[in-house]
């Protein structure tokens, strides 16, 4: 009597193993098509972050450049006000000889040597101021 269930138990046995052993199967298909669909998407990834990195590397040579010109603009624009700054003393010894100043005065105010105050003054002065000046050296 034990015999006959024996045998009944062991074809129930097999076909249950054989039945986990196809769901396994299927189970491992699925997942063989998911690491081949997710290798896909890391091979995606990795050549996204490999574009980004050599776009970021032509973008730090654009960035560097770029500093390069702003720091030659600024250097510019302050030897700009310098030599603003250079002619001010200048200017306003022009202003100085348009409003009757003497020599004296120029080289006082202005900080200038006389030839330059003689200079300026020749240049600047009005026709008739020209002539008492010149006058005056003679």
């Known amino acids: 009597m034990?015999?006959?269930?024996?045998?009944?138990?062991?074809?129930?046995?097999?076909?249950?193993m054989l039945a986990l052993f196809v769901i396994d199967?299927?189970?491992?298909?699925?997942?063989?098509?998911?690491?081949?669909?997710?290798?896909g998407l890391i091979e995606i990834l990795k050549n996204d972050v490999r574009a980004l990195f050599s776009g970021s590397?032509?973008?730090?040579?654009?960035?560097?450049?770029?500093?390069?010109?702003?720091?030659?603009?600024?250097?510019?624009?302050?030897q700009l006000e310098n030599s603003k700054h250079?002619?001010?003393?200048?200017?306003?010894?022009i202003r100085m000889v348009q409003k009757g100043s003497s020599i004296e005065d120029l080289m006082s105010?202005?900080?200038?040597?006389?030839?330059?105050?003689?200079?300026?003054?020749?240049m600047h002065r009005d026709k008739d101021q020209s002539n008492d000046t010149q006058e005056q050296y003679h």
């Open 109 to 122: 105010v202005c900080n200038l040597s006389k030839g330059e105050a003689d200079l300026i003054v020749m």
């Open 57 to 78: 590397v032509g973008e730090d040579s654009r960035i560097y450049k770029l500093e390069q010109r702003l720091r030659r603009m600024k250097e510019r624009q302050e």
């Open 25 to 39: 199967q299927v189970r491992l298909s699925r997942m063989r098509k998911k690491l081949a669909s997710q290798s």
């Open 2 to 16: 034990f015999e006959n269930l024996v045998i009944p138990g062991l074809f129930a046995t097999t076909l249950f």
């Open 86 to 93: 250079a002619e001010r003393p200048y200017e306003q010894a």
